[in-house]
T-cell receptor, first 109, second 114 residues
Framework: RKEVEQDPGPFNVPEGATVAFNCTYSNSASQSFFWYRQDCRKEPKLLMSVYSSGNEDGRFTAQLNRASQYISLLIRDSKLSDSATYLCVVLNAGNMLTFGGGTRLMVKP | NAGVTQTPKFRVLKTGQSMTLLCAQDMNHEYMYWYRQDPGMGLRLIHYSVGEGTTAKGEVPDGYNVSRLKKQNFLLGLESAAPSQTSVYFC?????????????FGPGTRLTVT
């Protein structure tokens, strides 16, 4: 079983739609959680951290459910520029990141 | 600031050839990392370094060697390339261990081994 699992998609949504991705992690001792964004043929970049209480950054909301070991990312009012692959990332002991395989989002006009 | 740069951007090797990938960062970061990214597999850590002169193995170190002689540079070597090493290689850096969650990535090197 992969340590961090994501639905690869693609999720095809129209502009303005709300879309949500989930991610599950297997290591219950994992400490911190993040979402990275990777545009096609580009490098990954940190999008946002994920806190137990949930956190919001503009149109993006991230949630963590430690009991069920899953993380979610909600995007409201999708824009064409949101088209990318979203990587679920877990920070483990030793301060190493473990990346999920990514969920591809395509926002259509 | 250039951030993290990688050389070369593309390379085609024949099986058995060797090469070195160069990563440079100008942010004075302590930690540096080499990952490979394959379709559906996510990024996997090859080797990393927590400071000048130090290196450590990651998840998939076999077939690779690294060196960090200067704080700003992290080299990844393939001594005898194999088709299984066809991948996109990303270098990254972070300020230190506590800041490891925010890694800054280079643009990647696309390597094909025939």
């Amino acid at each position: 079983r992969k340590e961090v699992e994501q639905d690869p998609g693609p999720f095809n949504v129209p502009e303005g739609a709300t879309v949500a991705f989930n991610c599950t992690y297997s290591n219950s001792a994992s400490q911190s959680f993040f979402w990275y964004r990777q545009d096609c043929r580009k490098e990954p970049k940190l999008l946002m951290s994920v806190y137990s209480s949930g956190n919001e950054d503009g149109r993006f909301t991230a949630q963590l459910n430690r009991a069920s070991q899953y993380i979610s990312l909600l995007i409201r009012d999708s824009k064409l520029s949101d088209s990318a692959t979203y990587l679920c990332v877990v920070l483990n002991a030793g301060n190493m990141l473990t990346f999920g395989g990514g969920t591809r989002l395509m926002v259509k006009p | 600031n250039a951030g993290v740069t990688q050389t070369p951007k593309f390379r085609v090797l024949k099986t058995g050839q060797s090469m070195t990938l160069l990563c440079a960062q100008d942010m004075n970061h302590e930690y540096m990392y080499w990952y490979r990214q394959d379709p559906g597999m996510g990024l996997r850590l090859i080797h990393y370094s927590v400071g000048e002169g130090t290196t450590a193995k990651g998840e998939v170190p076999d077939g690779y060697n690294v060196s960090r002689l200067k704080k700003q540079n992290f080299l990844l070597g393939l001594e005898s390339a194999a088709p299984s090493q066809t991948s996109v290689y990303f270098c990254a850096s972070s300020y230190d261990g506590t800041g490891a969650y925010e890694q800054y990535f280079g643009p990647g090197t696309r390597l094909t081994v025939t």
